[in-house]
């Protein structure tokens, strides 16, 4: 399985941007899609924007217009920039990933890293 590891998080006052990392280790195999989703305390985890092999991309309702999800063509890696944050930002960011291993599709998840926005 691939390691995926997250970094960048941590404290910003409202109306403040962070950008979050994510990079894999232990892999061959390009990533089909990679993806940030976010988990709040008490909520589900959604997701926060989706970026494919090809470029296209998907956002949620909650983060069009403020979070940029970005990706060097080919690479294992991916960025979240993220601006404008609120209060509803606070949860914990997670990174994923699609691939085929074998031509069987493999997915795996990173350990997370907590944002919080708060004045």
């Known amino acids: 399985q691939a390691q995926l590891v997250e970094s960048g998080g941590g404290l910003v006052q409202p109306g403040g941007s962070l950008r979050l990392s994510c990079a894999a280790s232990g892999i061959i195999f390009t990533f089909n899609t990679m993806g940030w989703y976010r988990q709040a305390p008490g909520k589900l985890r959604e997701l926060v924007a989706q970026i494919n092999n090809d470029g296209t991309t998907i956002y949620s309702d909650s983060t069009k217009g403020r979070f940029t999800i970005s990706r060097p063509m080919g690479e294992n890696r991916m960025y979240l920039e993220m601006t404008n944050l609120t209060p509803e930002d606070t949860a914990v960011y997670y990174c994923?990933?699609?691939?085929?291993?074998?031509?069987?599709?493999?997915?795996?998840w990173g350990q997370g890293t907590q944002v919080t926005v708060s004045s």
């Open positions: 994923y990933a699609e691939w085929r291993q074998y031509g069987m599709p493999e997915n795996d």
